[in-house]
């Protein structure tokens, strides 16, 4: 084992110990018609160029729904606050009707709970 040892300590001496300079060699370079990514890089690419496309069509879906969302809100808010101020002039005094539910934080025609909460009192009911 000792031999073994010894051998390899001479032989990484000699290598330090040697000033030659190495002449380069001159390395084939390959055709560059043969050199192609191949099947597997063509594969990679497309799986994700795929993937990339898909996320991006979920992502335009989302932000549409979420357009539409907002739309509709404002649509129905808009139509709330119209019954609720054609309610205002049109009923005078009164409290009742199928509107003025909504203004003491009931049912509105529309089918929703009013604009949030319930409304001031009219200026004639004071």
């Keep these: 084992m000792m031999h073994v040892a010894a051998a390899h300590l001479t032989t990484a001496f000699l290598w330090l110990a ?3 300079t190495p002449t380069p060699s001159v390395a084939p ?3 560059p018609d ?3 990514p191949g099947i597997l890089g063509f594969v990679i690419t497309l799986g994700v160029t795929l993937g990339a496309v898909a996320l991006i069509i979920d ?5 549409r ?3 539409l969302r907002q739309q509709a809100k404002e649509k129905v808010d808009a139509e709330v606050a ?3 101020a054609a309610a205002g002039r049109s009923g005078g005094g009164k409290r009742g009707g199928s509107i003025g539910g909504a203004r003491s934080g009931g049912g509105s025609a529309l089918g929703g709970s009013g604009s949030g909460g319930s409304l001031p009192p009219d200026d004639d009911s004071l």
Excluded: E, F, H, L
């Design 18 to 20: 040697d000033d030659s």
């Design 29 to 31: 370079t390959p055709d």
């Design 34 to 36: 043969s050199v192609t």
């Design 59 to 63: 992502m335009v879906r989302r932000i």
């Design 65 to 67: 729904r979420v357009n």
């Design 82 to 84: 119209a019954a609720a």
